[in-house]
């Protein structure tokens, strides 16, 4: 891999990019707004005027960009990557992933001769900086092998899942479970302060056992106290069910526990909580 | 505190005992079958020949027995704990916790003018050998602090949590979230699977993000084979889940999520699956 | 048949054992309060200072009573049943049913050499005075057979269920059935209402269709106006579901629906409504 | 009214019309095949040769179609309704509604300066031949009023329910709460008999009761004997469901009950049998 692409240089993408050069890639990058490209040419990056300028001169090129919305325009607006995009190229969109937009990006690079890749990541500021990343890659498989050696940089796992749609199934599949883990562990909260026990040592004998994982250990105590700083939107969260539950209506999948969790999420959405973090649900249930 | 006595030297109990010689207490044990307490005898602690004998010579007695039926047996049996009870002296049962069980034995001993404790442990028999259980006692307050030394020897984690029943209350609340959790993951792989993705694949996600937890390392890989080699059985997982709604319908607490595990625990019993590990609700959803 | 007794004038028993002596049945009646008994004497029953009396004097002794528990004194107390029951002699208890009081009294009854049947009704006080009941029959058939000339004219449907139990299990299920159609007949107005249609629309294309009963027809005006008073309180109805769950728990009968309607019904109790109308479920979902 | 159009003359069209001649409107019909138009040309109706010709002639046309796909087909066609739409016409759509045709057939019709009413039914093949449906109109109110004297003769029920799409939602609303009645009747009938009641007891004590419903009247018995004609497909019930799940989900609206109904529809069509009729959503649960 000789040249490599890097669009958005946000909270996640300049983490990103910077453990590229680091590596010793030979990167170009672009943002938006041009102040958040000078700490990656400090370090080495090229730095270009437009996406456009970056697929025109890089093998393959990444983006993180902040939602739908952008990669959209990124892809198809003036000055974006389809305007260079061309046979041989490779386009890796590691934003978050909503199956149709990546659908409609991935039709528009193969109509232009190109590759197309969409690798959504789990993982926050930290692990984007540590390069400590899950990377879920779905589409062109010589695309992905190719940007592997760049991926491994990012990414403390990197998996290959299939053609483009099915890294938001499991990004739906997981938030499925998430919400339907944080429902019942609400449910529990309550049940037992109801029942005389004390939160932090429900939370205590929960984080001693077979069940303990760092959500209920971020989790537990907030929701104790009742605080519910915004991490991910407890309506994000319930879309992400709804989705889930349409994906199951589709396989005739009976869901019962996430259509029960989804319940819970919209009651919460019913009582104003929507904008609060996912975690608020206890006040849903309790 | 003076002389500790220990009830029961089976897979658990026997690792206990063990501790509480090897930390220098004067221990007095006994075991129905008497080969047991050898090995306990060869590290330094006395035998008797019944539970009465026990209790009659120690200050604070322990027990650690196979089901309540045997806790019953123990303490009001010909030779049991209950002819030896009195003025001053405390009994410990650490045994699996049933809150009526409980109740009876703790009105007797108080009858007697003794103190009691129950003091269930989470963890099984590599915890019980190092000392790394988690201790759930309730009872008598004075009992708990004297016997700490010798509970701190067998648990990492030992918390009181008021008067007797509470410790059942914190087992039912912590197993129900267990059973939810359970439901929704294994929905989840069944939704993933149909969906095109690989179960290793999901579990992988899982295992590097925020639900990362001993109990989806242990049984998803098994649930992907399609085995449930039995550690906890489908049937007691769904009679817990039916006593903490039930505790649920005491306080009107809704627990929209924990009655959705509950029916799916009992469709798995329904075909046929209650000896089996209860991870094998699986089958119930896929 | 030649001699019937009945114990019990009130609401309901009032109007049924004057169905009997209507019918032309030598009757013997007995009640707490004797001002009760007035009525039934104006009418051609003779008047029993006890239910001892009743019972030494007639084949076939029929009682209605206020509850579990009086069904229990008017059987066990002092000049009660038992005290003249005896070889050849019937008794069937029409009053509301508990397995548990019902099986007690059947053992009882058997004991003396008597033979017993649990016979609840369906139908409140306007059927019972017009002979119009359902009665739900469980225990001695030979004694069904021989009360039948008189449950005839109390009853438009009279039904033999089996043994003892039965008519429990009867009243558990149509209830748990009840219960489940109102929770959703209430999601569904309050649906409605949100999504901009009128209550009364809707209740009036219910009423027009093939769901249409004379339980939505009575509840819903009243759910529109938002006044529930009170025909059977919402905490029976809870008791009920909950009753009816555990019954469905033995058989392994998975109840998503009824489990879901029983939460609903447990989150009105938590918001206070369980002693209004079971149609105030409606406050729990909207 | 001067003159009056009917497009469609098939199971509930012919009836429909029918009734429209018979109260001496002076009708112009239309239908695909034209033998069944002759018995209304023998009843006194004038015979046109498309839907266009009606429309030209005609105050009001009505439609009676058989899926939201000839309803586009008639409408937007060659030869169809928009092509003689125009001032002062109307056009009222009564074939099964779905919202988004509707709302397209609308926003045609009032371009071309003309007005509409959707307006289903709920009824089949008997009442619209006596004139007795229901029918839920939603649109241009002076249409609706201008309508309704031949709209009386067709229906014993006349709901105006608001703007285009109202209709839509009625639709689901009751679908949704006649689906959550069928889950739970079959749960409690399953539930009955593995308590060892029989079915037609069961069906006869809710007969005689405040549940009484011609819907459990005309299905229990068919539950009873594992047949499942087909009346209404037991997919259409579940896609019913899920559409009024996701109508709720815009509201907010919580829908415990009808989310575990559709579970249960959910696992009766992963069981094959989503081309029965709905009520064997039974054998998803016993």
Not at 90 to 102: A, C, E, I, W
Not at 213 to 224: A, C, E, S, T, Y
Request: charged share 25%; hydrophobic share 45%; with cysteine.
């Amino acid at each position: 891999m000789k040249k490599l692409g890097f669009l958005g240089l946000g909270i996640m993408g300049g983490g990103m990019a910077a453990n590229l050069v680091k590596a010793g890639f030979d990167v170009t990058v672009w943002n938006r707004t041009t102040a958040k490209m000078e700490e990656l040419v400090s370090l080495g990056a090229r730095g270009a005027s437009s996406p456009r300028e970056v697929v025109a001169g890089c093998d393959v090129t990444f983006a993180m960009l902040a939602d739908p919305r952008a990669s959209e325009e990124v892809c198809f607006g003036p000055g974006g990557v389809l305007e260079a995009m061309g046979e041989g190229r490779g386009y890796v969109d590691m934003s978050t992933v909503d199956g149709d937009t990546s659908r409609r990006i991935a039709a528009a690079v193969a109509a232009k001769g190109g590759r197309f890749l969409e690798a959504p990541v789990s993982g926050s500021r930290q692990p984007a900086r540590e390069g400590t990343l899950v990377i879920m890659a779905a589409g062109d498989r010589s695309l992905y092998d190719e940007a592997m050696p760049a991926l491994e940089r990012m990414g403390k796992l990197v998996l290959y899942l299939g053609e483009v749609g099915k890294a938001a199934a499991m990004k739906l599949v997981v938030n499925m479970i998430m919400g339907g883990m944080m429902a019942v562990f609400c449910e529990g909260l309550s049940l037992g302060k109801r029942a005389g026990l004390r939160i932090d040592d429900i939370l205590a004998v929960l984080d001693n056992g077979a069940m303990a994982n760092p959500m209920f250990r971020l989790k537990g105590p907030m929701i104790q106290e009742g605080r519910f700083p915004v991490a991910f939107p407890l309506k994000h969260m319930q879309k992400d069910l709804r989705l889930a539950l349409l994906l199951g209506d589709l396989f005739h999948q009976p869901l019962v526990s996430a259509a029960a969790a989804n319940e819970t999420f919209k009651r919460a959405r019913d009582l104003g909580l929507g904008d609060e973090d996912f975690s608020a649900v206890f006040r849903a249930v309790s």
